[in-house]
């Protein structure tokens, strides 16, 4: 082991969290640099090994409470966990995050599983410098066709990263097929967003499926139709679904016939603000309608017109609600947290003059973790609410 040294004193509510600040670190021995692994030891106590990074806030990364190298064999044990898992959390299923992070001991790193394609993302610069030891790892714990780095997340910016992507094992999936809750699902690996699929969403898709019978449902911020299939499989009347987006709205259309739907969906190329507000003038009525918008709030500084945001799209939905409507609305901003959301949703009712109940609340799958002691490892909030 490193003779690289971090010491550190953090507040007691901060002792079992996953990361170490820079304001917590009071001196290191060894002159760790990027990516080098440290001891870190907090008010004289050995607490765990950790990735470092002198040049991001986030100073250390803790990866295990022993002495050990992140190396080939860690890495295969990890995977190992991470797998089985998620086979006894979603029986059944064979497409899902696989590694998330911190959640499963592999701080800054995820891989999503798309069948045999694996699409790695890395937010840490030694999970950089092991990025071959990752390939390595997962061709030798599962059947890989490909792997694929999709770095391209502003996140990696604050830890000094530059922004890459690219094939680093086999030939990436442009049309992998893989399935949610018996769902069909293309994947363009390359040229889709984020890793390809948004797999966070799995448990209110599975919910907006029991509750959208002989509903005329439309779903803003569609992508490659996660909902909006899950809807149309569930008996919705019908299916409107929405997307600035003409490529996701393309996937979203295919999928809809994979699903043999296609015949209730119709898939819309706009911007959803705009389209709302037509559809609020024209005075038309949707029974349900499900808002997962990208992030609005992206740093606790961007807060106020983040929630501008939230609230102007939320109102607009919720005219557009009859008595007994249901809206599902969601928020992926870390920086919502449930109370502000819930202030949000009420400030949104107020300005559209609607009165709600609070049907069901929901978050990220189970593939998807969060950590009791990092709270940022939780970031996607969903509430369901009924006019009344
Ligand atoms: N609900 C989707 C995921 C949504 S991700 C699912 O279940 O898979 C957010 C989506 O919002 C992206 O597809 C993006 O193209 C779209 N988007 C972002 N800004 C938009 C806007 N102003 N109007 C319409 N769509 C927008």
Redo the contacts with the bound molecule.
Sequence with gaps: MPEKVVHASRKRTRERHAWVFAREVQRTEGDPGPGDTVLVYDKGKFIGCGMYNPNSLIRVRLYSTKKEELGLDLLKKRLEQAWQYRQAQLPGETDFRLVYGESDRLPGLVVDKYDRHFVVQTYAVAMEQRLDLICQALAQTFDVESVFEKNDSRLREVEGLVRREGALYGEPGRRVVISENGAGFYVDIVNG??TG??FD?RIT?RRVRELVCNRRFL??????????INAALGRAATVVA????AA?CSIAAANAELNKVEDRCQFVG??????LRQLARNGEKFDMV?L???AFIKSRRGRERGLEGYRTINSLAMKILPKGGLLVS?S?SHYLFWQDMFDMLAAAAQDAGRSFMVLDRSTQGPDHPFLFNTPESEYLRCFILRVI
Excluded: L, M, N
Aim: aromatic share 22%; charged share 20%; with cysteine.
């Design positions: 967003q984020k699929y948004y969403q898709r779903d803003v911020f569609c992508y490659t139709g996660g909902f909006a929405v997307d600035s987006s996701a706009a911007e959803a603000f705009g389209y499900c997962d918008p990208p969601c992926c």
